[in-house]
């Protein structure tokens, strides 16, 4: 099964969101509201780099699909980690954003 999307406007992300997409530095972002977090490398070393969200005439990173990080529904237990952590989760098929 393939998808095809269009990119998502800025007007639309999603704080705290994660976004797949076409980077400077990366293809996978974190939208905190006004810049994508994308991890970069600086001297063979990982490192934290910003892009601004592509426009027009601007821009760094173009999303096109917000990442569904699942819904626990097994977990191993009720509370603090092990709520967080377990044997089952529950992911959409496609973001239909």
């Not at 994308?38 to 969200?53: A, M, Q």
């Not at 592509?54 to 699909?65: H, R, V």
Request: proline share 4%.
């Amino acid at each position: 099964m393939h998808i095809e999307k269009y990119s998502i406007p800025a007007e639309q992300l999603v704080k705290g969101a994660w976004y797949v997409g076409r980077g400077r530095n990366g293809n996978v972002g974190l939208w905190d509201g006004e810049m994508f977090l994308v991890i970069g490398y600086k001297f063979d070393r990982p490192t934290i780099k910003y892009e601004s969200p592509y426009k027009d005439e601007e821009g760094t990173f173009q999303a096109f699909l917000r990442i569904d990080e699942g819904t626990m529904i097994e977990p191993f237990g009720d509370i603090g980690w092990d709520a967080h952590y377990g044997r089952l989760m529950r992911f959409s098929c496609c973001d239909q954003e």
